[in-house]
């Protein structure tokens, strides 16, 4: 759970390369992928054998039907159209992570779909419920000027009232989620910890998880992934590793060239994006919000 742009597909890699655990990327946008014909694996495209071959064709559709809460007959309620299928035993469509687990030999499921909407639904599902599956709630924070300057960077036409206005509501939002979530399967990370502290930071996060720590997952590129949309960035790490190049007119220079090389750092480009006064007017306008928030180096 988290804002947009606040480091999820990066956290979602490095946890993926666990080899006990399996990054599935953002599954909201499974549906809307496969129906536009796009690829559903945002790493290896066309050719994944994971999405493509490993996942058969019905799955696939058992997945999107179950994934987007949708009923069989309309007329039933959502509800008891679920305990129905509970009762009768036909309920797979409810099941769509089990489904997804029974294609792998893993123990932990990574959905980095990060909107509390999405948690919460999917929360709902009888796989869930049943505690056939448990859930753990993992809440990625990241200083909200630094969050600003993506979304301003990439939507000319935002102001900082508009940016304040949504990051304020969707942190409330997330708040609440944390805050009736159980304690035992609840943590909050920062993006910029796991950056500027990998080992440390993901020492605990597989301490909570009941992973055993390998330092080797921080080189998120060296490992398969086949993960629903995601960070490109991020994600062309893994590209450049492999000597792919296909993808290289989309890649940011930054990540892509040479002398970039591989490696984790931290996004700052805030600190020279945004001016005085955009800070301050995000400041007055989330107060007090944005202070739990605000990460310094020092
Ligand atoms: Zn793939």
Redesign the pocket.
Known sequence: MGTAHCGSTLLTLILGSHPQSFAVGELSNLSGFFKSGRPV?S??KET????NHQVTADELQLLIQGLSNQRINPYIPLKLDRYIRFIGGRDQIFRPYSIIFSKLDKTLLIDSTKTVEWISSELELMEFKTGEIESYLLHLVRDGRAVMSSYLRRNSTMTVAEFSNLWLTRIKRERALYERFPTARKLRTRYEEIVTQPQETLRLLCQWLGLDYSPEMLNYWQY???MVSGNTGTRSLIWKYRGDDWQGGQVKKRYYSEEAGFNISLDQRWQRELSSVQIEDFRRLTDPYYQDFEWSAT
């Open positions: 694996c790493i290896c994944c054998e994971f999405w398969d992934h086949h």
